[in-house]
């Protein structure tokens, strides 16, 4: 029996090849475009022989189209226009006034080192502008950049994609003499591309949007594979109007749907995320695997130089002087300036240059197309490992392990949250409730207002970088949800404090535990009942000092709400592991109804009041939600 190597096998084997590549690459914490581009090189022609783009015939340029359109889509995805905007003078000079820059260098690069002819140098210098979402949204979640450079980045990454793969088509239709105005063409070309592409896609991504944002009218189930096909359809659309200009359509449709409050939206972002990272591998393995090392090696250890200088002298060169009055401290532009790393656009430009070079005849193509993944590879390695200790040396990182994130903002948490603020430990609240935003504001807190299961919202709360995070909503199983996401998103899930209902039989405290958390409070709690006692100045609030044995203790009565404990000052939260030792200080809800059964209970337990009982009810403002605790609490 002999082995027919078909189309759809080659296919197969590149998209599982892929995937095990990038899950090696995530146990390793390098960058996964390492292993896919030696993976490619070893399954490919020259290696193994597994996997021969040719089989494919023109099926790659298919192949190359509807993984382009779905990784640009989720790329514009990413992208927050209220970021954008407070960095947007930096990240349109480097877009605009880096494409014009990085083409010159990157030209006298390959001109000067490998005594290039001008023509081949500028097409080159065209191949090398992008730098790609592919590869840099995984590094700056990687190693946690501070959140105003990594908009910069994952902007310039996704908007440059777009004006440099559209100069570099013009650029070859310039060198393929078809173009009998060259300037005049060239302007024409990239202007009608770039704007149709983009009408085009703002068009399909408000439809897809308004589709999305009407409950019901998508079947559920089906929102992911109408993106889908909406973000393919769009770039396909887009490219047979204007030849090139689906690039621009799908950046502009994922931008607009992700700016708009879609239904589902988090499941929308997962799913683009997860098919971007398998066509992203699918790509890299088939590209790599179509270049000759032959090619490389013709060009010699003189392409190391011309990487050399296009990190070291083009990019610091673009950054500096696209940030001249942009207000970007020097820490910003020397990270910046370091990293450029190539991704798959270009590689795909690349495979489309040489194509055509050889069908026109033109010598050149494929030693092109050999350097410029010469560039991929060396960049990609180089400044992807170094990143992170580059970003803690600068100290651009995210701060880690500090501070409180509360899910909800209800009543309950805003008084925690407070005695926490007013400690001087930072804290934030999240909550889909604009009622319940407000109230925190007004009572001086941040709040950011979305779906805590919501990623996006996540990544503004800056989840990672928190030491402790309270899920405190009056639904038990919004909080596990929450807790669940957390533990598996997270390698290292900060503390996680988890509110449950005794009265249910939904989350039990094993199921907690069994996520890393633990429940918060001490024991299961019926936050509906306390939140509405809080409504109606149906809660005392008391401080009483721990004089007890550490250790096992009898446990306080239902109509009692331990809030945090002191510690030589420092407040912490009261959960199921908790154990007091003589001398806490802990802040305690009483129930007002069940006052002198709480009092009879104190009588009789190591239990002391601090200077005296505080017994002002919790007051809450005529036609307010928002408890406020009295001052002398």
Same mark, same amino acid.
Request: one cysteine or more; proline letters at 4%; a neutral charge.
């Given at each position: ?66 993984? $382009? ?15 954008? +905007? ?11 006034? &880096? ?84 300037? &005049? ?6 202007? %009608? ?27 559920? &189930?089906?929102?992911? @594979? ?45 799913? #683009? ?7 992203? &591998? ?31 002298? $083009? ?15 020097? /820490?910003? #532009?020397?990270? @910046? ?7 798959? $656009? ?22 092109? +197309? ?85 990623? +996006? ?12 995070? $309270? ?13 669940? %996401? ?8 900060? +503390? ?17 535990? #069994? ?19 809080? /409504? ?98």
């Amino acid at each position: 029996m002999t082995l027919e190597w078909t189309a759809a096998l080659v296919f197969a084997l590149a998209l599982l090849a892929g995937v095990i590549a990038q899950a090696i690459g995530r146990h390793a914490t390098v960058p996964g475009i390492i292993f896919l581009l030696g993976t490619g090189i070893a399954l490919g022609p020259d290696g193994l022989g597994i996997v021969d783009p040719a089989l494919l015939g023109s099926g790659l340029d298919s192949i190359i189209g509807f993984a $382009v359109a779905v990784i640009l889509f989720e790329g514009g995805m990413r992208l927050d226009l209220a970021q954008l +905007r407070k960095q947007k003078t930096v990240i349109r000079r480097l877009v605009l006034g &880096g494409a014009v820059l990085t083409t010159g260098g990157a030209a006298l690069a390959a001109h000067w080192i490998l005594d290039w002819d001008w023509r081949r140098a500028l097409l080159f210098g065209t191949l090398v502008i992008v730098t790609g979402p592919t590869v840099i949204s995984p590094l700056v979640r990687r190693i946690r950049l501070a959140p105003s450079l990594a908009v910069v980045l994952e902007a310039e990454g996704v908007f440059v994609d777009a004006i440099g793969a559209t100069i570099a088509i013009v650029a070859l239709e310039l060198a393929l003499g078809s173009a009998s105005d060259p300037l &005049g063409t060239a302007a024409l070309g990239m202007l %009608k591309r770039i704007g149709t592409g983009a009408a085009i896609g703002s068009c399909g991504g408000l439809l897809l949007g308004a589709a999305l944002r009407v409950r019901k009218l998508v079947p559920r &189930g089906m929102e992911n @594979i109408l993106a889908l096909s909406a973000a393919v359809a769009v770039y396909q659309l887009s490219q047979a109007i204007v030849p090139e200009s689906g690039i621009s359509a799908s950046i502009a449709a994922g931008l607009v749907v992700g700016n708009l409050r879609v239904h589902r939206m988090e499941e929308l972002a997962e799913f #683009k995320e997860q098919l971007t990272t398998l066509l992203i &591998g699918l790509l890299f393995v088939l590209l790599a695997a179509d270049v000759r090392m032959a090619d490389v090696a013709a060009i010699g250890p003189r392409a190391l130089w011309v990487v050399a200088a296009l990190m070291v002298v $083009v990019r610091p060169a673009v950054v500096w002087l696209s940030s001249i009055g942009a207000g970007l401290a020097w /820490r910003d #532009k020397l990270f @910046i300036s370091w990293i450029g790393p190539r991704g798959i $656009v270009a590689a795909a430009v690349a495979t489309v240059f040489a194509s055509a070079l050889t069908r026109h005849g033109v010598a050149g193509g494929t030693e092109l +197309r050999a350097l410029v993944f010469i560039v991929i590879a060396m960049t990609v390695t180089l400044q992807g490992l170094s990143a992170g200790p580059l970003a803690s040396l600068l100290h651009l990182r995210r701060a880690s392990n500090t501070g409180y994130l509360f899910l909800g903002a209800n009543e309950l948490a805003i008084l925690l949250a407070k005695r926490f603020a007013r400690a001087g430990i930072a804290v934030e609240l999240v909550d889909t409730s604009s009622e319940h935003a407000a109230a925190a504001e007004a009572a001086g807190l941040k709040v950011i207002y979305g779906n805590g299961l919501d990623r +996006r919202t996540l990544a503004k709360a800056r989840v990672d970088t928190r030491s402790h995070v $309270v899920a405190v909503t009056a639904s038990e199983s919004v909080n596990m949800l929450f807790a669940q %996401k957390l533990a598996d998103e997270l390698q290292e899930p900060p +503390r996680l404090l988890v509110a449950i209902d005794p009265s249910s039989t939904g989350v039990a405290p094993e199921m907690v535990h #069994k996520v890393g958390g633990t429940v918060l409070f001490g024991r299961g709690v019926e936050l509906d009942s306390w939140l509405v006692r809080m /409504r109606h100045k149906g809660v005392e609030l008391v401080r009483k000092m721990y004089v007890g044995p550490e250790g096992p203790r009898d446990p306080l009565p239902d109509q009692v709400l331990p809030l945090y404990r002191e510690r030589e000052g420092v407040p912490r939260l009261i959960d199921d592991k908790t154990e007091l030792r003589d001398g806490d200080i802990v802040e305690l809800a009483l129930a007002i109804e069940a006052r002198e059964a709480i009092d009879a209970w104190f009588a009789t337990q190591p239990w002391q009041d601090v200077v005296e009982a505080r017994h002002e009810p919790v007051l809450v403002k005529p036609g307010s939600t928002t408890a406020e605790t009295p001052k002398a609490a």
